[in-house]
């Protein structure tokens, strides 16, 4: 299937249109047209290979809501015409440990990534979202719920599952007392979630610049990190910490307002940490932590929870024209809260 999307070609120059192909349906696969993609921060750090394992050409984009166009014969949950969501995987060996208890994210063999992967069976490059069509493994498509706005939705498929796992495995419940580091494109998916969830919820920030947006969102408190007499006011009160900035920054501060058993998930920055002290870890038995995305149960759970409590991202609609620019904007903080592509706004491919 011959589509058209907009790649990287090195790590310096723009994002600009590139026809490629996808690969023919296979039995167990779905092809989509592809109308909403979110942009996330990856997308650019993979783009401009900050993590030194970019392979061009690149379609990036991993927040994906499509209409099916096309089904394998052997596909049996889709037809065409239903709305689905890609996140960010297409497959995984289906034969693990982890795979069979749902968490492909953790494929002993790997998961195979939206873009930038390797196809299991042909071993050719994978490409992402910012395209007008994708073919995916059925097993890997999500259903969109019933109510939820598929223009905004997207941001949902990284943002939001990256977000929810680490407050599903740490069991944040009512009464819960967890704290959001940033309150960007993650922070206020989490703080959404963590209220939903019936938790107490305090955001971190350097100033007090967006007490506001954070009270807006609902969140109970704001703790200015620059404040030295507000952070030791608050040691020992929260349960979980959810850190969410998405560069290197230093863990310290934070280990001390975790109580006794509390955990520090880091789940925005990818990379070397400052080095960190074991005294509060030790004295309160305290952890650091990582998590990812979740399996695609608990993704699909995610989205029937976002229906039912109407959770949504705050989103800036752009052409995909204008990627490059959101690229620029995203690197400076100068968006509330994600962008999402209108991919209606992208050309279909010249005909054969």
Known sequence: MKTIGYAAHDPQSPLTPWEFDRRTLRADDIALDILYCGVCHSDLHIARNHWGVTRYPLVPGHEIIGRVIAVGEEVSGYRVGDHVAVGCMVDSCQQCDQCHQGEEQFCRQGMTSTYGGRDRITGERTQGGYARQLVVREKFALRMPDGLDLARAAPLLCAGITTYSPLRTWQVGPGSRVAI???????????????????????????????????????????????????????????????????????????????????????????????????????????????????????????????????????????MQQINEAFDRMEEGDVRYRFVIDMASLAQPSAD
């Open 181 to 319: 580091v940033g309150l960007g494109g993650l922070g206020h998916m989490a703080v959404k979630f963590a209220v939903a969830m019936g938790a107490q919820v305090t955001v971190l920030g350097r100033t007090d610049a967006k007490a506001a947006d954070a009270t807006a969102l609902g969140a109970t408190a704001f703790l200015a990190t620059n404040d030295a007499e507000a952070m030791a006011a608050a040691r020992a009160s929260f349960d979980l910490i959810v850190d969410t900035i998405p560069v290197q920054h230093d863990l310290k501060p934070y280990l001390p307002l975790l109580d006794i058993d509390g955990t520090l998930a880091v789940i925005g920055q990818i990379g070397p940490v400052d080095s960190l002290t074991t005294v509060p870890l030790i004295s309160g038995r305290r952890r650091v932590a990582g998590s990812a995305i979740g399996g695609i149960a608990q993704t699909q759970e995610m989205l029937e929870f976002c229906a039912e409590h109407n959770i949504l991202p705050e989103c800036e609609m752009i052409p």
